[in-house]
């Protein structure tokens, strides 16, 4: 026997499907998509379970909240250019021969961050620096800070091209304006004196404006070495790092040497 469908009720679902079709075009409009996708589905749950209106709206923004929030962190580690997005659960705690566990893990709270403060991991190759380096940056992302991940020669054969192409104040720009800007393997290669005077604008520019994450494996004492034994660069530089700085310092062997150094039965 077929059921028919009285005149009222054809007339009532074409109103819905109309409602339904402009409430999409709004929230298109608006650029709510994660509610378009989800008010339907939610809308059938608040029927089933009896949620007043405003329970159904609450769902509905914290869902459209928790997607933004995603994409925005997303955006910000694209940003950030990691070579590899690492976290502190990778890490080999028990490797090196000297760290400060706690330490590291208090770093995570990100106060340096807010106070606009330097960090500088200090150590031997194959012992994790960029590692924590890289776990900070995303934390930072994470959080809701911008980032910029780059090696030092990176950084200043980038600044050099700009400078002879006469765009440096522009490229400048690149490494002053993120929250963070991790350096890393600072002290691998020497500075000639056009580097040392480059990395010194980035890091005097920067200075009680924003953080500083560097990896070195230089001990301080022996930072002139890689700014062309100049002592007066050297100086500025590690005025400007150390004012308001925390230094990690790890010792221990190459990680990645381990089964060259400890090769197995």
Same mark, same amino acid.
């Given at each position: 026997?077929?059921?028919? @469908? @009285? ?5 009532? %679902?074409?109103?819905?499907?109309? =409602?339904? +079709? ?12 994660? !509610?378009? /996708? ?7 749950? =608040? ?25 925005? !962190? ?22 090196? %021969? ?6 590291? %893990?208090?770093?995570?709270? #990100? ?5 606009? @403060? ?7 190759v ?5 590692? &924590?380096?890289?776990?900070?940056? *995303? /934390?930072?992302?994470? +959080?809701?800070?911008t ?10 054969? $980038? ?23 991790? #350096?890393?393997e ?15 604008? &980035? &890091?005097?520019? +920067? *200075?009680?404006?924003?953080?500083? !994450?560097?990896?070195? $494996? ?7 070495? !890689?700014? $062309? ?6 100086s500025?530089?590690?005025? +400007? ?13 190459? *990680?990645?040497?381990k089964?060259? &150094?400890?090769?197995?039965?």
């Amino acid at each position: 026997m077929k059921t028919k @469908t @009285t005149p009222t009720a054809t007339t009532e %679902k074409t109103a819905t499907t109309g =409602a339904t +079709r402009l409430l999409r075009e709004h929230l298109a409009y608006l650029k709510l998509g994660d !509610i378009a /996708e989800q008010c339907e589905p939610l809308a059938a749950d =608040a029927a089933t379970k009896g949620w007043a209106h405003l329970d159904y709206l609450q769902r509905l923004v914290e869902g459209e909240s928790r997607a933004r929030q995603g994409r925005a !962190i997303e955006r910000r580690v694209r940003a950030a250019r990691f070579p590899v997005v690492k976290t502190m659960d990778q890490f080999r705690w028990d490797w090196p %021969k000297k760290i400060n566990e706690m330490q590291v %893990k208090n770093l995570f709270r #990100l106060t340096f961050v807010e106070k606009k @403060t330097n960090v500088v991991v200090m150590g031997g190759v194959g012992l994790g620096k960029s590692h &924590i380096a890289s776990a900070l940056g *995303y /934390e930072a992302c994470q +959080r809701g800070h911008t980032v910029l991940f780059t090696t030092a020669i990176d950084a200043l054969n $980038n600044l050099v091209a700009a400078q002879a192409a006469q765009r440096l104040k522009v490229e400048l720009k690149r490494y002053l304006a993120p929250a963070v800007l991790v #350096l890393d393997e600072l002290g691998y290669l020497p500075l000639d004196k056009t580097g040392a005077d480059l990395l010194f604008q &980035i &890091i005097s520019q +920067r *200075y009680e404006r924003g953080t500083l !994450i560097i990896t070195t $494996n230089k001990a301080y004492k022996n930072w002139p070495e !890689i700014f $062309n034994h100049d002592a007066g660069i050297s100086s500025a530089i590690l005025d +400007r790092v150390l004012h308001h700085a925390e230094t990690v310092v790890i010792e221990g062997k190459s *990680y990645r040497m381990k089964d060259q &150094i400890e090769p197995p039965n």
